[in-house]
Each structure stands twice: as structure tokens, then as C-alpha cells.
């Protein structure tokens, strides 16, 4: 049978979930990003089903949202006279990220009301843990696998002669070079527990 074509991998929404004998911890986006605690809710199979599906539907309008921001480069370069082109960048990624985090929310707000808050907290760990399980070897591969060489990329390009500020290629180096650590720990992590399990 052939494989179904997904912009997406499976479980990329996986993070938010982790099965407990009432259910599923559902670790909700935090209101106000990276502020305040992360609300944990309690949900049914069901539940956990619809949440995933809207977490789903919230990604691809990242990715939808993403489209234009790359195409109108030109015009928000000089966004603020005054400013380079690096702090321009982090100026719009910061609005990019508000404007995406607030659209999530948004998306799943409806699903949390009468949802029972659990004692249990989601911590980032824990979130790392669901989604190596969630996803698939291969498709943590790939993500690492292009992390890794758009952090290599940078890093070369910016020892070179480019007509682009040298800060915002190293910092494009680093922040993908974080991603690719953080994609290869989470992949021998799940190559190591699938070992433990056959051994």
C-alpha cells in the first residue's frame, strides 16, 4: 500500500499527551506563552482526539501564516528605521510567535471548558518524553537531519562573503543547531528504549 503524503509527521502533537489510568494528561499551551504555569487537564479518549486534532490543525497554520512572512522579506527588513537587519528579524519572529501561540490557544479554548484540572503537571520533560514515543523514527531523523544542516549551512555562510549580516546567520546557526541536539537526544532516546525493549 502506498504511504499517505503528510505535510505534517504523525505525532507532532504528541508532546501535549501522556496516558495515566484516568486517561490522558493534556499538558494546554500556556495563555500568555512563555509566562505562568502550564494548565493540565485531565481528558477522555475522546477528548484527547479532538485536542490532537485541533493542536494538528493549529500547526499547519503556523506553516500557512509562515508562507507570507517569508515572501514579504523585503518589505520588513527596515520594519523600524534605526534598526538592522538582525533586530528587525527578532522583532517580526517575536510578533510571528505571539501571533501563532494566541491562534492555538484560541483553537483549543473551546475544548478545555469542563475539563477537570489534574494534580499532575506536564513539565517539559515529560513532554519530551511523549513526543520521541509519539513519532516515528524516521520522521525524528529527518527533522534532525535538517536542523543539523540548516545550522551548518549558516555557520559556513557566515564565514564567508554574503550580503547578509553575519549575527543573523550565526544566529540561525545556533537556534538550529539547538533543534538538532534537542531532535537527536529525543531520537536515541526512543533508539534506546526500543533496544532495552528487544534485549
Request: proline share 5%; with cysteine; hydrophobic share 50%.
Amino acid at each position: 500500500m502506498a504511504s499517505r503524503f503528510r505535510l505534517l509527521p504523525l505525532g507532532v502533537e504528541g508532546q501535549y499527551f501522556k496516558r495515566v489510568p484516568e486517561g490522558w494528561l493534556f499538558g494546554a499551551p500556556r495563555p500568555w506563552l512563555a509566562f505562568g504555569r502550564r494548565p493540565t487537564y485531565l481528558a477522555t479518549d475522546a477528548q484527547k482526539a479532538a485536542l490532537a486534532d485541533r493542536i494538528r490543525m493549529s500547526r499547519y497554520i503556523r506553516l500557512l501564516l509562515a508562507i507570507p512572512l517569508l515572501a514579504t522579506v523585503p518589505l520588513w527588513m527596515d520594519l523600524v528605521r534605526g534598526l538592522g537587519l538582525f533586530d528587525n528579524t527578532m522583532l517580526v519572529l517575536g510578533l510571528y510567535l505571539l501571533c501563532v501561540h494566541f491562534v492555538e490557544y484560541l483553537m483549543i479554548r473551546p475544548l478545555l471548558a469542563g475539563l477537570p484540572l489534574a494534580e499532575e503537571r506536564m513539565t517539559v520533560a515529560n513532554m519530551l518524553r511523549q513526543q520521541s514515543k509519539a513519532m516515528s523514527i524516521r520522521s525524528q531523523a529527518l527533522l534532525g537531519g535538517f536542523f543539523g544542516l540548516a545550522s551548518v549551512s549558516s555557520w559556513c555562510l557566515s564565514l564567508g562573503r554574503v550580503p547578509v549580516e553575519r549575527d543573523l546567520l550565526r544566529s540561525v546557526g545556533l537556534f538550529a543547531g539547538s533543534f538538532f541536539i534537542l531532535w537527536l537526544g529525543m531520537l536515541m532516546a526512543k533508539l534506546w528504549g526500543r533496544h532495552r525493549s528487544l534485549s
